[in-house]
């Protein structure tokens, strides 16, 4: 333990202040357990984690690894962060599952690794047009993509499947807006979803602003969803 002293002094004299076993310093007698934790599971391509170090025991230096992947190509330690730093921000580039392993380490010695198996997912990211695709999870976006519009007088047709025999596709709708009728009803521009691989299936329903969709889950012998848009002239 440590004892503080502080004097003051000026015209008038001086004063101190003496804090005895102020301040407690541990003995370091253990190499770290190396653990963390981080604000988010899934992201878009281009996505940034924030990771914050957990480990005990008075680390000093830290070594993060991802994979699979190639640094600066898949992702990259991004926000003057590298695989060294204490709490490193990485940006994840392209999409699939990446563990995220940390070794840390203090005067004794080296932590056993510490590492999530998948611990970010980032997601596919498709634009509306036509296709047909099997995946599991993905983002799809109009055919403006996430950062523009849809043109006018598009006529598409995207079918997705699931990947795994029995699964069936479920869409949830975080963001919706097509040019719906305000003066009569009805829509000028419109999605349509059918329960099934192409246009033959049974319409689940017909969607613009009057009536957003929410979730939407394939019941069929597939698993698919078929999406048709159309947009007017205008």
Known sequence: DYTISLTVTNVSGEDTELKT???AVSAIT???SANFEYDSTNVNPNGIVHF?????NTPDTWEW???PGTSGVDFEFVESTTSSSQNPAIQFNTPGSFDVQLVSSNV????????????VTVNAVYNMQ???????SGTLYDSGGPDGDYGSSESYTFTIYPDQTGAMVELEFISFSVEDNSYSGGCYDALAIYDGEDILASQIGTYCDENPPTIITANN???A???VFNSDGT
């Open 21 to 23: 076993n102020y301040i």
């Open 30 to 32: 253990d190499v770290p």
């Open 52 to 56: 914050t170090d957990l480990s005990n």
């Open 65 to 67: 690894t991802v994979s």
């Open 108 to 119: 004794l010695g080296d932590s056993d690794p510490y590492n999530v198996i998948d611990a």
């Open 130 to 136: 036509n296709d047909t695709i099997t995946t599991c």
């Open 221 to 223: 012998g597939t698993g």
């Open 225 to 227: 969803l078929t999406l």
